[in-house]
């Protein structure tokens, strides 16, 4: 079924017939086919008609196609007399031999007489890959057509065929792009809810965890872990802002766009400008202490690995300089970097976290030429296969891991490098671990030939 045409294809059509009538065509009109039920005729509408009178366009609409099992003989408009039949004709698959001013030959065209009336009305087919999609009609009853001037009715006929095609798919995807941003537009209702139900619980959890802090002595060694829920709190309190502000302004690009690039420009540009994103001229202005990011971290995640039966050994450097980052990003790249290594580390074996100062060497590239501050955390875990380490860093990429009963979304290390990079920084990933950043044979129990090792570089602020 065609669905209607676009005003833009009407005014194609007009503009086409024009050139038909300038032929010294006295009438011509195009049409288009409608819905065939089997069984029953599919009626052909007219789209453009010359001479446009309500008299004439009436009395136009008669013309009908027929399937072929009814296969009624049915005329084309009686403007153009004697009038030319059309039989056995189905929507969609008419053989251009069997439409009428095709086949010069055939059985209507017995002699002379009707020879001569037929060469005075062109019926051509709208045909695109094999399908009849309407019918362009031009008569006159002056003179018949020559061979030139129906070769350039055959050329009307294939611009108005591919300008249907055109039009057809157009409205097709306006179509799609209407039930794509309805979906969405539901999809923003959804999340706006559950972030609407998320906010008080984590306000009563925040509350709980100030509450116990107050109530423990600070010889207690549970404070540290009341603390650490309310600074998780206070973490998680500070995302849900942010992404009720990407929301928002998602729901607002939805409903000022109407049209498919724009639409698409405007969400990359959302993301690339998310509230987690930052401009490299921001970073460089800013400055923060890995340590005191790196801290409240390594208590939080202290808790955890005891709970799991894990040892975390922190290894940071003391008066270490400011580097050029952001706090905040900062903090989410490291937190990402431990998650997954408390993630991947079977119970019984060692987490190492090791922060040291790097003087500029030139035997290295990129960022390891100028001063910065190296923050490597490795885990004891399987390992990452080869055929995964080139993929690691891609959004929703687990790899093996996604095989596993672990949890995840592929995204943590994604959104890190992408943070890193952000801050004029690197990150690198070995597996088996580097041993250059493991602890000494002394203190640790590290088998080198498994695990992962990350390690973020960050540029000193000079």
């Not at 008419?94 to 017995?110: F, M, N, V």
């Not at 399908?131 to 003179?143: E, I, P, T």
């Not at 790899?399 to 990079?421: F, M, N, S, Y």
Request: charged share 25%; aromatic share 6%.
């Amino acid at each position: 079924m065609l669905m209607p045409a676009s005003s833009e294809f009407v005014k194609l059509c007009r503009s086409q017939v024009a050139i038909a009538v300038s032929l010294g065509a006295k009438f011509s009109a195009v049409y288009l086919t409608q819905e065939l039920v089997e069984g029953s005729e599919a009626k052909l509408v007219p789209i453009a008609v010359y001479p446009e009178t309500s008299a004439e366009l009436e009395e136009n609409q008669g013309l009908r196609l027929q399937s072929s099992e009814s296969s009624t003989v049915k005329p084309v408009p009686r403007l153009l007399a004697p009038p030319v039949e059309v039989e056995e004709s189905t929507v969609g698959a008419i053989a251009p031999d069997r439409l009428p001013g095709k086949e010069r030959t055939s059985h209507q065209c017995q002699g002379p007489e009707n020879l001569w009336q037929q060469r005075m009305q062109i019926v051509t087919p709208l045909i695109h890959e094999g399908a009849v999609m309407g019918l362009l009609v031009s008569g006159r009853q002056d003179r018949p057509w020559n061979e030139r001037e129906e070769a350039q009715i055959q050329q009307i006929a294939r611009t108005l065929a591919l300008a249907c095609i055109l039009d057809q798919r157009s409205q097709w995807m306006q179509q799609e792009l209407g039930s794509a941003r309805q979906i969405q537009a539901q999809v923003y209702d959804t999340m706006h809810n559950l972030l609407h139900q998320f906010k008080s619980p984590l306000t009563a959890l925040r509350t709980f965890g100030k509450l116990l802090a107050r109530r423990l002595v600070p010889e207690d060694k549970n404070r540290n872990v009341a603390f650490s829920i309310v600074r998780e709190s206070d973490r998680l309190q500070e995302l849900l802002g942010q992404f009720d502000r990407t929301v928002d302004t998602g729901e607002a690009h939805l409903k000022l766009r109407s049209d498919t690039s724009e639409t698409t420009t405007s969400n990359v540009e959302l993301i690339r400008h998310s509230p987690l994103s930052l401009s490299p001229a921001a970073n460089l202005q800013e400055s923060c202490f890995v340590t005191e990011v790196l801290k409240p971290l390594l208590i939080s995640a202290e808790a955890i690995a005891s709970e799991r039966n894990l040892k975390l050994v922190g290894d940071l450097e003391a008066d270490l300089p400011p580097v050029s980052a952001n706090d905040r990003a900062l903090r989410e790249v490291l937190s990402n970097l431990i998650d997954n290594a408390l993630k991947y580390t079977p119970a019984g074996r060692q987490i190492y976290i090791k922060v040291r100062y790097k003087a500029a060497d030139g035997d290295r590239a990129g960022y390891s030429q100028l001063p910065a501050i190296a923050v490597a955390v490795s885990d004891t875990g399987s390992g990452i296969p080869p055929q995964d380490l080139e993929h690691l860093f891609e959004r929703h990429y687990r790899g093996e891991k996604a095989q596993t009963e672990i949890p995840g979304t592929g995204l943590g290390l994604a959104i890190a490098r992408d943070l890193v990079r952000q801050m004029q920084g690197e990150i690198e990933v070995f597996s088996p671990v580097n041993p250059e950043w493991l602890p000494s044979a002394e203190t640790h129990l590290y088998p080198t030939d498994r695990g992962t090792t990350f390690v973020v570089w960050l540029p000193v602020n000079n």
